[in-house]
């Protein structure tokens, strides 16, 4: 599985607030919203993370995010489309969520067909595309599941300040945990467009992410590797091993929270297991397969990491 740094937090924030991310994407919906089951890898394929509207007429929302560019992209696309279209029987749009401009290609134009050399149609494929850098930020500012993509729009470098303060005024007034892990998400995708120096210096003194111990964890591997190398190449490394390291934390932080809720606490052997899991894909295809309605108990979820390990 194709595993970023920012990818655990970014999908979390999407199950938070799916409504939120339906409507910013422009996606109309009249029935109630819930985030399901997205693994296809029986046909080796996964989605980042699916909605599915429910009324009379329900559909799939598949929400690619993607900050790289890939060469095949759209027949990735394609082929996860017709995969979750089989496995829930129901019509699926995919919107491609662009993070910053090196993943954009002239390629990604929403529409994707192939035809035979004498002009036949065989395959004909809709998608919508969203370029971060091109949206402009005060829609992102309207739910805490998007705020951390502020960032990441047409703001510019001068403007950053003023945009972190507004975000302040919205994250700070949630709880604690909260906040921090909406901070840290904000801090993992700032990386994807800023330098770490910025980033780091204009989220000091946000309040409560002084208090997340993740990005704590970020910084002081970054800082440790910085020393102990004594170079700027040193320092940069040791950051971008931090970020990793800030991602695997994260990533079983989600786990254990999000799969509690599902399957009840789990026992002291499996929350060792997850805190020993170094591999960030495995914990990522877990936070994924949490929402299966088919898996009952936390023995079931780890089973597969554990047949690997």
Same mark, same amino acid.
């Given at each position: &599985? *194709?595993?970023?740094?920012?990818?655990?937090?970014?999908?979390?924030?999407?199950?938070?607030?799916?409504?939120?991310?339906?409507?910013?994407?422009?996606?109309?919906?009249?029935?109630?919203?819930?985030?399901?089951?997205?693994?296809?890898?029986? +046909?080796?394929?996964?989605?980042?993370?699916?909605?599915?509207?429910?009324? @009379?007429?329900?559909?799939?929302?598949?929400?690619?995010?993607?900050?790289?560019?890939?060469?095949?992209?759209?027949?990735?696309?394609?082929?996860?489309?017709?995969?979750?279209?089989?496995?829930?029987?129901?019509?699926?749009?995919?919107?491609?969520?662009?993070?910053?401009?090196?993943?954009?290609?002239?390629?990604?134009?929403?529409?994707?067909?192939? $035809?035979?050399?004498?002009?036949?149609?065989?395959?004909?494929? %809709? %998608?919508?595309?969203?370029?971060?850098?091109? @949206?402009?930020?005060? #829609?992102?500012?309207?739910?805490?599941?998007?705020?951390?993509?502020?960032?990441?729009?047409?703001?510019?470098? *001068?403007?950053?300040?003023?945009?972190?303060?507004? &975000?302040?005024?919205?994250?700070?007034?949630?709880?604690?945990?909260?906040?921090?892990?909406?901070?840290?998400?904000? %801090?993992?995708?700032?990386?994807?467009?800023?330098? *770490?120096?910025?980033?780091?210096?204009?989220?000091?003194?946000?309040?409560? +992410?002084?208090?997340?111990? $993740? %990005?704590?964890?970020?910084?002081?591997?970054?800082?440790?590797?910085?020393?102990?190398?004594?170079?700027?190449?040193?320092?940069?490394?040791?950051?971008?091993?931090?970020?990793? @390291?800030?991602?695997?934390? @994260?990533?079983?932080?989600?786990?254990?929270?999000?799969?509690?809720?599902?399957?009840?606490?789990?026992? #002291?052997?499996?929350?060792?297991?997850?805190?020993? $899991?170094?591999?960030?894909?495995?914990?990522?295809? +877990?936070?994924?397969?949490?929402?299966?309605?088919?898996?009952?108990?936390?023995?079931?979820?780890?089973?597969?990491?554990?047949?690997?390990?």
């Amino acid at each position: &599985m *194709d595993y970023q740094p920012f990818d655990a937090a970014t999908k979390e924030l999407v199950w938070e607030d799916p409504a939120a991310w339906l409507d910013r994407l422009g996606v109309v919906h009249q029935g109630p919203v819930e985030v399901v089951d997205s693994d296809v890898t029986t +046909m080796t394929a996964s989605a980042d993370k699916v909605i599915r509207v429910g009324g @009379e007429s329900p559909f799939l929302v598949n929400i690619e995010l993607q900050s790289s560019h890939k060469t095949r992209l759209v027949e990735t696309l394609c082929f996860r489309q017709a995969a979750l279209d089989y496995r829930h029987g129901l019509p699926v749009l995919t919107v491609l969520v662009l993070l910053r401009k090196q993943s954009n290609s002239p390629r990604l134009t929403g529409r994707f067909t192939r $035809t035979l050399p004498d002009g036949t149609t065989t395959n004909r494929y %809709y %998608y919508r595309v969203l370029r971060l850098w091109t @949206e402009s930020p005060e #829609p992102f500012l309207k739910s805490v599941a998007l705020i951390p993509l502020a960032p990441l729009t047409s703001v510019r470098e *001068d403007e950053l300040g003023a945009l972190i303060g507004q &975000m302040a005024e919205r994250i700070n007034r949630e709880a604690p945990d909260h906040a921090s892990k909406l901070w840290t998400a904000t %801090y993992l995708l700032m990386g994807l467009k800023y330098s *770490d120096e910025l980033t780091s210096r204009l989220l000091e003194g946000v309040g409560t +992410m002084q208090e997340s111990t $993740t %990005y704590q964890r970020i910084l002081r591997e970054g800082r440790q590797e910085g020393r102990q190398e004594g170079r700027q190449e040193g320092r940069q490394e040791g950051r971008q091993e931090g970020r990793q @390291e800030g991602s695997l934390l @994260e990533a079983r932080r989600i786990l254990l929270r999000q799969a509690s809720r599902r399957l009840g606490a789990p026992a #002291p052997e499996q929350v060792r297991f997850i805190e020993e $899991t170094a591999n960030l894909a495995a914990l990522e295809d +877990m936070i994924d397969r949490v929402v299966d309605s088919e898996i009952s108990s936390w023995a079931e979820l780890l089973a597969p990491v554990r047949k690997d390990s």
